[in-house]
C-alpha cells in the first residue's frame, strides 16, 4: 500500500466517515473512493475541492502536500483597522504603511 493511499484513507477515517458516506457527501460512487485510495490515483480537480471540504482538510493536505505557513493576523482593534485599511485604494494604503513603518522604527530605536 502505498503513502498516498493510506494517506487519502487515513483523513476519511479521522473526518469519521465510511467510504460510502464521503462518497454520498460529495456525489461519487463508493467504488470511486475505494479505488483512489487502493491505487493512489488522483481524483479530479472539481472532485478534490469538493472532497477536501467534506475531509475539513485543504486541498494541499489532501494531495499530502505541506501547507503554507499562514501568517497569524493581529485580532481585536488593531485586526478590524488592518481589515478596514486593506479595503482602501492602494494610494492611501501607502500612506498608511509610511506612518506605521516609521512609528515601528522610532520604537526599535528606542528599545535597541
Given at each position: 500500500?502505498?503513502?498516498e493511499?493510506?494517506?487519502l484513507r ?8 465510511s467510504v460510502?458516506?464521503?462518497a ?5 460512487q463508493?467504488?470511486?473512493i475505494s479505488f ?12 478534490l475541492v ?6 475539513g ?8 502536500q505541506?501547507t503554507p ?10 485586526g478590524q ?10 494610494s ?8 506605521v513603518?516609521?512609528l515601528?522604527?522610532q ?5 535597541s
Amino acid at each position: 500500500m502505498s503513502e498516498e493511499i493510506s494517506h487519502l484513507r487515513q483523513l476519511r477515517i479521522a473526518a469519521g466517515l465510511s467510504v460510502r458516506e464521503l462518497a454520498r457527501q460529495i456525489g461519487q460512487q463508493p467504488t470511486n473512493i475505494s479505488f483512489w485510495e487502493r491505487t493512489g490515483k488522483t481524483p479530479r480537480s472539481e472532485v478534490l475541492v469538493d472532497m477536501a471540504k467534506v475531509l475539513g482538510v485543504s486541498v494541499e493536505q489532501l494531495l499530502g502536500q505541506p501547507t503554507p505557513r499562514k501568517s497569524i493576523a493581529p485580532g481585536g482593534k488593531l485586526g478590524q483597522t488592518f481589515e478596514a485599511v486593506s479595503k482602501l485604494p492602494r494610494s492611501k494604503q501607502s500612506k498608511i504603511l509610511e506612518v506605521v513603518d516609521a512609528l515601528v522604527a522610532q520604537h526599535q530605536e528606542k528599545h535597541s
